[in-house]
């Protein structure tokens, strides 16, 4: 295992927060359990945090900016602060650089903070956080709920990064 990240980054939807489909409310905003201990740790170590979104119900007209920015202050007076907020509004047919997978919230995130890539961990529930991590050159951590397919938990696994909650996530990448 190489050294510990110089920034972490957290998806927000099922990772920090309870996974609500396209929710534009902030009163349904519910943290995921261990996230507020996870984020002390990192913070204690002097590490800045940040979170990496997707949030494609603006493209499908289910939300509108304001409301993912609403929920995101919501998340932030429950979990913040955060030294990076990257989100990103576009759906799978806009070819956007930005939607994780794709590495450009990755990118842009370690650019705001003046940290390489290499240097940065991305912590997610789904496969396509995994995907951004490896797309930047960045490190990863699948933290599965009940809705992670489970070959992505598998192959999470068998790549050693693989953890049951938050806490162990941030064990794993050396804030022990
Ligand atoms: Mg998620
Ligand atoms: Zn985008």
Known sequence: MSARPQAVLFDRDGTLVVDVPYNGDPAAVAPMPAAAAALDRVRAAGVPVGVVSNQSGVARGLLDPAQVIAVNARVEELLGPFAVWQWC???????????????GMVLDAAAALGVAPGEVAVIGDIAADVGAADAAGARAVLVPTAATRGEEVEDARARGRLADDLLGAVTLLGFA
């Open 89 to 103: 509004p576009h759906g799978d047919g806009d070819g956007c650089p930005r939607r994780k997978p794709a590495p």
